[in-house]
Nanobody, 114 residues
Framework: QVQLVESGGGLVQPGGSLRLSCAAS????????MVWYRQAPGKQRELVAQ???????NYADSVKGRFTISRDNAKNTVYLQMGSLKPEDTAVYLC????????WGQGTQVTVSS
């Protein structure tokens, strides 16, 4: 089993930045990749960014050039650095890990508003 805990969400003005963290614990050796998703009210869950065990990254077109996913293997933590935030980035951001199974965190709210 893998446990995931997100942190770093909050309220930010348009154009601002936030860094989300996702700390993994448990059977972290089984993780092949980690993904940030987001879900806004009334909308489908959307893949935001992904990083594999080899460090390969993938981004949604809507966040390319603004968001960066990275990881600290020593801390078993993945980060999502978000910049140039827009109101449409407002959502609950969820961290997921895949490998021996699919695991989810509880989510962290990001609100972009003036």
């Amino acid at each position: 089993q893998v446990q995931l805990v997100e942190s770093g969400g909050g309220l930010v003005q348009p154009g601002g930045s936030l860094r989300l963290s996702c700390a993994a614990s448990g059977s972290t050796f089984s993780i092949l990749g980690m993904v940030w998703y987001r879900q806004a009210p009334g909308k489908q869950r959307e893949l935001v960014a992904q990083i594999t065990i080899r460090g390969t990254t993938n981004y949604a077109d809507s966040v390319k050039g603004r968001f960066t996913i990275s990881r600290d293997n020593a801390k078993n933590t993945v980060y999502l650095q978000m910049g140039s935030l827009k109101p449409e980035d407002t959502a609950v951001y969820l961290c997921s890990a895949y490998g021996s199974g699919n695991y989810w965190g509880q989510g962290t709210q990001v609100t972009v508003s003036s």
